[in-house]
């Protein structure tokens, strides 16, 4: 018996960057505890789950904490060891009304907030785990639902290890998984194609279920026949893990930016300076009261948001959008390093605003632009356009109504030009934040 424990924990370290030929398959998984073999840099993690039929998506003990174990799928992620942990993945196979459907643990400071209700509210899902060097996208039925780069993990003093861990997790070379709280479920290896994208898609596909509506509590499943043959397992070894790999230095362009551009003018009859007042909070129900957003026409308006902020590499600016019904519809975030819009963009920034020398403090504006009936995002400093993409099929119609905004994970330092001829304030936002922040 020693014999075959001790050739199953050698062959578990020596060969740990090859997967099992028959994992290409759908395989159960038959316990809550199971240890797989995985190159996670050579083929695609995909997970068949089962939505449970009753489900709560604001459970009592789920805020701020924890989530419904009997909804939740955890991933730990181990590099050359089963004793040298690198990531865990927790996701779930719901959307909660708070937001608290996904988060990597290396990466993000709290949970974070599918796109749409996995598979359109059906009861049987492909998720698909895809890591890059650089990045890690999830996508539900081929629906992009999370994205993450190494280099952007969140910055939290009650997560000191971030975001130092997130670009360990992209440097670590992931060979073998431990899956909890998914039996029943099944997962497979699909080997990637060199072709495959690194970026999120520029147009996400249609939800053919919105989730503000009812979702079914039963419904017929694939009639595919699912295997039964359980998974192989390893177990665990008992050396002692390597050292953490040290993430590299960021380098810092020494290139000043323009001067701020002619806007609005700020304390006037038509303008005043408020702080971003930071909507994820107790008293903003999480981004979720309409008090903590300013309404404005940002499609068909002539004053888009304009915000003076530090800039930086890692700190990102963030901006939440909304429907005219208060639906949170996405948010646009940028650095030095990248720029976003949830399910529509996500790319590198250009030249211009990667030449910016980091700390610097300057007034940027963001708007949406509808131009020969095309819907045209643009970021803006300095007079010049730094960045600027159309918005295409369900992209344009998404963002096209955007009635709303507010500001995510933002301080008092930063502040926002209030064009009181174009825009309605909400209860919270003051010149203090309703208290939040001091009186200047």
Request: net charge negative.
């Amino acid at each position: 018996m020693f014999v075959v424990v001790a050739m199953q924990v050698l062959l578990g370290t020596s060969f740990s960057a090859v997967l099992d030929p028959s994992l290409t398959e759908w395989k159960l998984i038959e316990t809550d505890y199971e240890q797989v073999m995985f190159p996670l840099r050579d083929y695609i993690l995909e997970v068949k789950a089962i939505r449970p039929d009753v489900y709560d998506t604001n459970p009592p003990y789920g805020e701020l904490v924890r989530t419904d174990k009997h909804t939740t799928m955890m991933a730990m992620l181990h590099a050359g060891t089963w004793r040298k942990h690198v990531g865990r993945l927790v996701w779930n196979t719901i959307k909660y009304d708070r937001g608290y459907d996904i988060a990597i643990d290396e990466c993000d400071a709290r949970y974070q907030g599918y796109h749409s209700f996995p598979a359109g509210g059906a009861k049987e899902q492909i998720w698909a785990w895809n890591f890059f060097p650089d990045n890690v996208i999830l996508t539900c039925n081929d629906e992009l639902q999370y994205s993450q780069h190494f280099d952007e993990g969140d910055v939290n003093a009650r997560k000191p290890t971030l975001p130092q861990t997130c670009r360990a997790l992209g440097d670590a070379d992931i060979d073998r998984i431990t899956f909890r709280h998914m039996e029943g479920e099944y997962i497979r290896g699909r080997p990637k194609n060199e072709e495959e994208e690194t970026e999120p898609p520029t147009e996400e596909k249609p939800t053919t279920l919105p989730p503000t509506e009812a979702i079914p509590t039963t419904e017929e499943t694939t009639t595919e026949k699912l295997p039964t043959q359980p998974l192989k397992t390893t177990p665990q070894p008992t050396e002692k893990p390597d050292p953490e790999p040290e993430p590299e230095p960021e380098p810092e362009p020494d290139t000043p930016t323009p001067e701020s551009p002619d806007v609005l003018p700020a304390d006037s009859g038509f303008a005043q300076d408020y702080p971003t007042c930071d909507c994820w909070t107790v008293e903003c129900n999480y981004c979720s009261s309409m008090e903590c957003t300013v309404k404005h026409d940002l499609i068909g308006g002539d004053v888009g948001i304009q915000v003076t902020s530090k800039l930086t590499w890692k700190k990102l600016n963030s901006i939440m959008l909304y429907d005219a019904d208060g639906n949170s519809i996405g948010s646009f975030r940028w650095n030095l390093k990248r720029i976003s819009l949830t399910g529509c963009v996500s790319c590198q920034s250009p030249p211009a605003v990667r030449e910016i020398k980091p700390g610097t403090e300057s007034l940027w504006v963001v708007s949406l632009d509808m131009e020969d009936g095309v819907l045209v995002l643009r970021l803006k400093m300095g007079g010049n356009v730094l960045y600027e993409t159309e918005l295409k099929g369900t992209c344009a119609e998404r963002y096209s109504k955007v009635d709303r905004f507010a500001f995510f994970d933002s301080s008092c330092e930063s502040t926002f030009r209030y064009s009181k001829a174009d825009m309605v304030a909400g209860a919270r936002i003051t010149p203090t934040c309703a208290g939040a922040c001091p009186e200047e």
